[in-house]
Structure formats: C-alpha cells, structure tokens
C-alpha cells in the first residue's frame, strides 16, 4: 500500500473549519510536515510536528497526531477563501535521512 | 527574492530534443533534490545531492541526469526528452538530514 494517504478532495464552507487527514505506514517517521501548494505556484512549508509531540497549534493552524493509529490532521480554523489549495502531507525518517515521502495531496475547495 | 529559484519557470519542447533545468538557493544549505509531480500522484523523487561531490538516484532517475555545479546550484537535464515527462518539476534544499526542505517555484515542462 501507499506510505503516505489522503483524501483527494475536501470542500467547506468560508468560515467553517477544515479538517485535512493523513496517514502513514512507517513507525520510524520522526518529522510529519504539511505542505501547502496555490495553484501555479511551488510548495509552501506550513508546518511540521515531530513524532514525540501530539499537537501543534500555530495561529489557526492545528496539527493533530496519533502515533498509534499513524493519523495526522491539520485543521484549518475559520476557513477563508485565500486557503483554497491543495495541501500534502509528507513524513520523514528523521535525521540521517534524505527523504521526504509524500501523499497525493488534498485539495481543498472554499465555498464563499 | 526568493530563497529558491528555478529556470525557467516553463518550457515547451519536442521528442528527443534535450533541455536542462536549472534551480539555484540562497539559503546556504548542502542539500538539493529534484521532484516531479504529476497530477494525482504526489511529488516523486528524482535525484538528491548532500554536497558538491555526492549525487544519487531517487525513486525515478531513469531517463535523467543532474549536475552540482557549487553549493549554490544544481541542474536537472532531459538527454532525450519524452512526451510521459511532461510535469512539473520542482527543486528544493534542506540544511541536512531530517531537515525541512524548501521548495522552489516549479517549473512546467510540456514534451510535444
């Protein structure tokens, strides 16, 4: 199966919140990261959680992770329509490593 | 500017001829890699460089080649360009293992 999973599609309502989910397969992932892509334009770091954490909050920004399970939120508070875009989550091994693995992307559409 | 740049930012050319990529980074980092991505299926990787003298195949080398000309710049080159690569190509850099990468801005390649 795939190392790293998400739903392809999420549509909200502008104003609402945005929950965005991920899961991994590799235990040995030290560094989760979320990726934010605007169309036409590159990859914009978000934010990371290391493994040893459980949540992450940065202004409306929430990360949420369950080692157990290998489940990873990112939730967007107070949705705007500036925030539609298609958002990845990665994993990485951690230091030593090269690697980043990536989901398929989630692309988040804002109803206004 | 941009911490990461890329060149050209597209590109449109025909079966078999050979183009090159280029990415350069200000942000004094040793490591580089290359992406593509491909709708639906995520950023995939291409080739990665820890430093000047170090370079290695990713998960997809095949039909490319790279160049570390200094810290600063690395290049992505098509010897024989072929229609199944057409993406968007995307270079980055991290201070080390286990570190955060920065993305450029892409470039999008059409092979005709």
């Known amino acids: 199966g795939e190392d790293v999973e998400q739903s392809l599609f999420l549509s909200v309502r502008e104003g609402d919140s945005s929950v965005i989910n991920c899961t991994y397969t590799?235990?040995?992932?030290?560094?989760l990261y979320w990726y934010k892509q605007e169309p036409g334009a590159g990859l914009q770091l978000l934010t990371y959680i290391f493994s040893n954490m459980d949540m992450k909050q940065d202004q409306r920004l929430t990360v949420l992770l369950n080692k157990k399970d290998k489940h990873l939120s990112l939730r967007i508070a107070d949705t705007q329509t500036g925030d539609s875009a298609i958002y990845f989550c990665?994993?990485?091994?951690?230091?030593?490593?090269?690697?980043?693995?990536f989901g398929k992307g989630t692309k988040l559409s804002v109803i206004p | 500017d941009a911490d990461v740049t890329q060149t050209p930012r597209n590109r449109i050319t025909k079966t078999g001829k050979r183009i090159m990529l280029e990415c350069s980074q200000t942000?004094?980092?040793?490591?580089m890699y290359w992406y593509r991505q491909d709708p639906g299926l995520g950023l995939r990787l291409i080739y990665y460089s820890f430093d000047v003298k170090d370079i290695n195949k990713g998960e997809i080398s095949d039909g490319y080649s790279v160049s570390r000309q200094a810290q600063a710049k690395f290049s992505l080159s098509l010897e024989s360009a072929i229609p199944n690569q057409t993406a968007l190509y995307f270079c980055?850099?991290?201070?080390?293992?286990?570190?955060?990468?920065?993305f450029g801005p892409g470039t999008r390649l059409l092979v005709l």
């Open positions: 980055a850099t991290s201070a080390g293992g286990g570190e955060t990468q920065y």
């Open positions: 990665a994993e990485s091994k951690g230091a030593g490593s090269y690697q980043l693995t």
């Open positions: 590799d235990s040995s992932s030290t560094y």
């Open positions: 942000k004094g980092h040793d490591r």
